[in-house]
DNA sequence: AAACTATTCAATATATTTGTTGAATAGTAT
DNA sequence: ATACTATTCAACAAATATATTGAATAGTTT
């Protein structure tokens, strides 16, 4: 082998694996499989996907070894491989926020238009939990919350949040979280929280992010 | 614009910005704008692309804002358009090494067959540093040097090493370096270095990765 | 064994990507 | 202006990726 054909093949490999990130609904399956593991049927309502089409991206990921599966009746939950994916995953996401204008339009001007834009990194979130009193609020699906989430965090899924707000302080802030920087849950939840007289901004990015940091989580 | 509507579109930049970079060329073409800024012509010779079909590649990365042109007189030089787009690359090749066993046996087996296999990465290094001696000898070509190089380390082209080894120490170590993993300018320098009696390893990582991880380089 | 369920497979049509070739363009030197 | 050079463009053929549909498979429950 000379050193043309060594670079072709190892290029080759590497563009691969590349090009079975390189598909919408295969990014957005690799986001939500972040948060743990997933059924293809609920992945594919996750991403109003056909389950015909979803089981045939999860191939293509399969196949590039990005996703493990593990059979649990009639039913196959998929899961990231490892920790490698999502940071793969996080510098595409972070290489796009920056290059491609058109991303952080579309994030501002959908938040806007709904909800008021306000939110803040996880390094300002730090900060604040370091000069003061701050209530953390996961608005996932439980499920989500148990395989992992922000320590202290309060579990109020989006779907309960109403009814539950009461649960939660008037004068001290409060900070939502999700899944990620595209997840609009937080930003849901914002809304309702200001409208009801709370004061909540929205963490901007997802306990993946967080996790990765090595900042300190807890299970169940 | 709702939810769904939005995720497609976010997921849709990203996935643009993927597959921009979703192709061998393409990635070598990262790989190699990353040690500094070349022009069309270089990039094709690099590649052992036509000119025209690089100039392709070239247009696609630019369309997705990842390189930035720059004309001097007749050329035209394009260079990495920030650090995230290494950064980016960079997360991919680790995932494929880590996930695809045929990019390690490749490497492997290129190494063996043609040289001695070993290496050393950039932590290893640094403990080197520490306790002992070691020369550290920069082979790419002297442009790419001059743009940037480890701190310390001496410029021997790996095209000129035979005649300028005698300028290398016998008795200590001698670490060489080059573009990157899949650069085999060091693999080259380490067989020619250990026929000749020297120690001589080669270092896994290359110049940009010394570089990212904010260790001291030096330009000129 | 039969019925059932979640997932995968297979086949096809359509869209996208890639390589190749030769012509066109933008800038430089004469 | 003319000749020259590096790069890009345009057009086409071949290869690859994607969505859609309905059938097949593997495991579970009755």
């Given at each position: 082998?000379?050193?043309r054909?060594?670079?072709?093949?190892?290029?080759g490999?590497?563009?691969?694996?590349?090009?079975?990130?390189?598909?919408?609904h295969?990014?957005?399956?690799?986001?939500?499989?972040?948060?743990?593991?997933f059924?293809v049927?609920?992945?594919?309502?996750?991403?109003?996907?056909?389950?015909?089409?979803?089981?045939?991206?999860?191939?293509?990921?399969?196949?590039?070894?990005?996703?493990d599966?593990?059979?649990?009746?009639?039913?196959i939950?998929?899961?990231?491989?490892?920790?490698?994916?999502?940071?793969?995953?996080?510098?595409?996401?972070e290489?796009?926020?920056?290059?491609?204008?058109?991303?952080?339009?579309?994030?501002?001007?959908?938040?806007?238009?709904?909800?008021?834009?306000?939110?803040?990194?996880i390094?300002g979130?730090?900060?604040r939990?370091e000069?003061?009193?701050?209530t953390?609020?996961d608005?996932?699906p439980?499920?989500e919350?148990?395989?992992?989430?922000?320590?202290?965090?309060?579990?109020?899924?989006?779907?309960e949040?109403?009814?539950?707000?009461?649960?939660?302080?008037?004068?001290?802030?409060?900070i939502?979280?999700?899944r990620?920087?595209?997840?609009?849950?937080?930003d849901?939840?914002?809304?309702?929280?200001?409208?009801?007289g709370?004061k909540?901004?929205?963490?901007?990015?997802?306990?993946?992010?967080?996790?990765?940091?090595g900042?300190?989580?807890?299970?169940?």
């Open positions: 082998m000379n050193k054909e060594f670079k072709d093949r190892v290029y490999e590497l563009a691969r694996i590349t090009k079975s990130l390189a598909n919408p295969r990014l957005e399956i690799i986001e939500l499989l972040a948060q743990g593991d059924s049927e609920q992945i594919a309502e996750q991403t109003s996907l056909p389950i015909a089409n979803a089981s045939q991206h999860l191939q293509v990921l399969k196949q590039a070894q990005l996703v599966i593990n059979r649990q009746g009639n039913f939950y998929y899961k990231l491989a490892n920790g490698n994916v999502f940071k793969a995953w996080k510098a595409l996401r290489l796009g926020v920056e290059r491609i204008a058109t991303i952080e339009k579309l994030v501002k001007d959908f938040r806007q238009s709904k909800f008021k834009f306000e939110s803040v990194t390094e979130l730090l900060q939990l000069s003061g009193k701050v953390i609020i608005v996932r439980t499920t919350f148990n395989r992992g989430h922000i320590a202290n965090a309060i579990s109020i899924p989006i779907s949040l109403k009814e539950r707000m009461i649960e939660l302080p008037k004068r001290t802030e409060i939502a979280y999700c990620g920087p595209f997840c609009v849950y937080a849901e939840a914002v809304a309702i929280l200001n409208k009801a709370y909540a901004t929205r963490l901007e990015e997802g306990f993946p992010d967080w996790s990765l940091m900042l300190p989580i807890e299970m169940n």
